[in-house]
Structures are given as structure tokens and as C-alpha cells.
């Protein structure tokens, strides 16, 4: 895959129409976190740098087509202006007359900021007169929204095919982590897949076991793997509709010859809270009035092994219920170990998801992973080895 980036682009003069992801909490009209803006600033940036005149298209909230006030991007300004180091002007439209008109009076080295593209029914259709009329306010597109790729949206789909177009720095770190975790990996590959259910991250693993040579099975899912193979779970979280599934999974992974790791030891608890008491056992051990809760100290070691020998992790999933100590001990030693190794060199590490940012950052391993996407369902979707319209637009697909 290919794409152009800002650097292809000579942007001296022309007006940039950047699609961005800042879709941010706001509390009062207040912004409470604003690391997606931050993010975006170094694309803005560049295009500063380079002469270029920057004009922000973004989604907030779910509109659906309609003018909802409450859901206006006006109040993120002060959020901006304080990123970008930069003047930000706002219009309430991101077609049309008045945006035009903003567009024109647009001083050098200030921002423009359009107003909610979902206010317009025709982006979620992907409109292409939509985008037409966004088109017609620049002379070059930038996508810098990762986030929003798996949607084809007018913004992010349609106006890609209007003017020349490109990836932004964001989606340039974002596709480039992702193509050296699954796209040309160095070898071994091993994916850590966790979390409650197989059925939310069955196209995921089927997807997975084609391209990785080792699979880690963790979290709650495990718990359905394990029963696949005749082993009583006592009241773990498991899909017993699943184990079918689970097993052609396994059939699967053998004929590629993608060695799947499942938990040979687990914690176990007869209450989901933070303290219970609970005891370590053989995997095919469980007692039948209690629940698997977490990968046991023999299985972190066997995982450790593995991403000791790898090059190139990619992880989706906490190992166990992290979010209630000591449940939380096989993923934070298993992220550590990834960290640690990343640190050295000898791994390139890559992660997403909700609650894995949430487990990783909780470990303190976060920060040492090679790359940590905050893209969500664009991420998951990529990982299950789809296409994302955003992205292939800006790949010529
Ligand atoms: P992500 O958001 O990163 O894609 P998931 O949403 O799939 O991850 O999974 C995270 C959830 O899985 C967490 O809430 C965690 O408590 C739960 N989980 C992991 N292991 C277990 C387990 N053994 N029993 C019950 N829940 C578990
Ligand atoms: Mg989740």
C-alpha cells in the first residue's frame, strides 16, 4: 500500500482541507482532555510551515444530519488556538456561501475551523454533492483521521476522489505502525488477542491466524478455547455457543501454521471485585463454583518466552479482568515484558483498543510500546484485514 503524504505536496499558497479526528470530551464548554487536538498539531503545523492555508473539516458527536447547537465544533476553539500556537476563525458552515467567505478573509498563518460536518445529512451517505461543495473551499485534501477511515463518509471518501489528497502526520504514523505490525512484519509476528468475547473479535482471529506465526489467546475469550477443548470453566465468563467456533479457530491457526498459546494456569476467583480471594490452578482445574479471572504466573512466563523470541507484537486485549487488582498481574507483567523489550530494541510493539490503551497505560507500560493507536473500531477493523475507504482512497483504490 502507498500513499502521499504532506511532503509529495506543494502546499505553498493552496488552501489544505484537513479532515481531523477531535471528536474531544467537553464539559461546560470546557475541553477536558485534548489529546486528540494535540495530536492533529503537528499536521497543522507543516502546513503552516510549508505556506499552506489549513482548513479543519471534523465530525463531533452523532447529529444524524440535523443542526444539533449542542453538538457545534464552536466551543473547541480556545483548545485549538492553544495547540496550534496559532489564530483559529470559526464558520458555521463547512460548504457554501459562508464558508467561502471565511475561506477568503482568511489571514496568513491562521486557522480555519468549519463547523460539524454531520450537520449535513448527505456525509454519512458519502454524498458526493457534499462533497462537492467542500471541495470547492481547497485546492488539496488531507485525511488526518485514522479514526474515522472505516467509514466512507463524504469528507473522508467522497472529497478524497475531488482533489489531489493525501495522509496527514497522524495517519502517517498510524499506517506506517500498522503496515510494520501486519502488512510487511518483521518475523516472528506474535499477536496477544484478550478481552470478554470471542464473538466481539471473531473476524479478528480468523484474520489473525493467516499472518501472525504465534497467537497469545487471553482474557475472557480464553475461557471459550479452553471449553472448546472439553475443559470445564466452573462460572468464568464463557460463550458456549462459541466453542465450535473456538475449534475451527484452532483448525484454522494449524493449517496456517499459526501456534496458538493458550492459558495452561489461571487465577481463580468466586467473586468479580477488586480483593476477592483467590488461588492459582492448573487451567483444566477450575472449580466448578468459580470464575477464571486472570492467565496464571507459568502462562506470563510461557507469553514472556514468546515475545522474547519475537519481532514484531501486535496486542488487542487484556489477558485478565485488569481492571480489578490483583486480576490485573498476567497483562501488566506481559505488558512490561513487551516494554522492556521494546526498550532494547529488539521489538517492535504495536496496540490498540479501548480497554488495552486503558491496560497498558495502567501498567506504565505505555509509553515504550513502538506505537499505541487510539483509532478504535478503525483499528479493530484493520487488524480483521479490512479495507478502510478512507484509506484506500488515498491509495488510489
Ligand atoms: P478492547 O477494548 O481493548 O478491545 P475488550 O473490550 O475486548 O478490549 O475487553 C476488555 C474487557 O475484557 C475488560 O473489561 C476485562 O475486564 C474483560 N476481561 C478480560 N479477561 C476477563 C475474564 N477472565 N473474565 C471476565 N472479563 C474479562
Ligand atoms: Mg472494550
Not at 10 to 36: C, F, Y
Not at 124 to 144: R, T, V
Not at 348 to 367: E, Q
Amino acid at each position: 500500500m502507498t500513499w502521499k503524504t504532506l511532503d509529495d505536496m506543494d502546499l505553498s499558497g493552496k488552501r489544505v482541507l484537513v479532515r481531523v479526528d477531535i471528536n474531544v470530551p467537553v464539559e461546560d464548554g470546557q475541553v477536558t482532555d485534548d489529546t486528540r487536538i494535540r495530536r492533529i498539531a503537528p499536521t497543522v503545523g507543516d502546513i503552516l510551515k510549508a505556506g499552506g492555508i489549513p482548513i479543519l473539516l471534523a465530525h463531533f458527536g452523532r447529529p444524524k444530519g440535523q443542526v444539533v447547537p449542542a453538538m457545534s465544533l464552536q466551543p473547541l476553539v480556545p483548545a485549538l488556538e492553544a495547540a496550534f500556537d496559532a489564530p483559529v476563525t470559526f464558520c458555521a458552515d463547512c460548504r457554501g456561501p459562508a464558508a467561502q467567505a471565511a475561506v477568503d478573509a482568511l489571514a496568513a498563518g491562521s486557522v480555519l475551523l468549519l463547523e460539524n460536518t454531520r450537520f449535513h445529512p448527505g456525509e454519512e451517505k458519502n454524498d458526493p454533492e457534499l462533497a462537492a461543495g467542500m471541495a470547492a473551499l481547497g485546492d488539496i485534501y488531507c485525511n488526518d483521521a485514522f479514526s474515522a477511515a472505516h467509514r466512507a463518509h463524504a469528507s473522508t471518501e467522497a472529497l478524497a476522489r475531488l482533489l489531489p489528497a493525501c495522509a496527514g502526520r497522524l495517519m502517517q504514523a498510524e499506517l506506517e505502525a500498522l503496515e510494520s505490525a501486519l502488512g510487511k512484519p518483521q518475523r516472528p509476528v506474535v499477536a496477544v488477542v484478550g478481552g470478554a468475547k470471542v464473538s466481539t473479535k471473531l473476524e479478528l482471529l480468523g484474520n489473525l491466524v493467516t499472518k501472525v506465526d504465534h497467537l497469545v489467546i487471553g482474557g475472557g475469550m480464553a475461557n471459550t478455547f479452553l471449553a472448546a477443548q472439553g475443559i470445564s470453566v466452573g462460572k468464568s465468563l464463557c460463550e458456549h455457543d462459541m466453542t465450535g467456533t473456538a475449534s475451527e479457530i484452532l483448525t484454522k491457526a494449524s493449517e496456517a501454521g499459526c501456534a496458538i498459546l493458550l492459558p495452561s494456569d489461571v487465577v481463580v476467583a468466586r467473586e468479580f471485585k477488586a480483593g476477592a480471594e483467590n488461588e492459582t490452578v492448573a487451567a483444566d482445574a477450575c472449580p466448578d463454583d468459580a470464575m477464571i479471572l486472570d492467565a496464571g504466573p507459568e502462562t506470563v512466563t510461557r507469553v514472556s518466552d514468546v515475545l522474547a523470541g519475537a519481532k514484531t507484537l501486535i496486542w488487542n486485549g487484556p489477558m485478565g479482568a485488569f481492571e480489578i487488582e490483583p486480576f490485573d498481574a498476567a497483562t501488566n507483567a506481559a505488558a512490561r515484558k513487551a516494554a522492556e523489550l521494546t526498550r532494547a530494541g529488539s521489538l517492535i510493539s504495536v496496540a490498540g483498543g479501548g480497554d488495552t490503551v486503558a491496560a497498558l497505560n495502567k501498567a506504565g507500560a505505555a509509553a515504550d510500546f513502538t506505537y499505541i493507536s487510539t483509532a478504535g473500531g478503525a483499528f479493530l477493523e484493520w487488524m480483521e484485514g479490512k479495507a478502510l475507504p478512507g484509506v484506500a482512497v488515498l491509495s488510489g483504490g
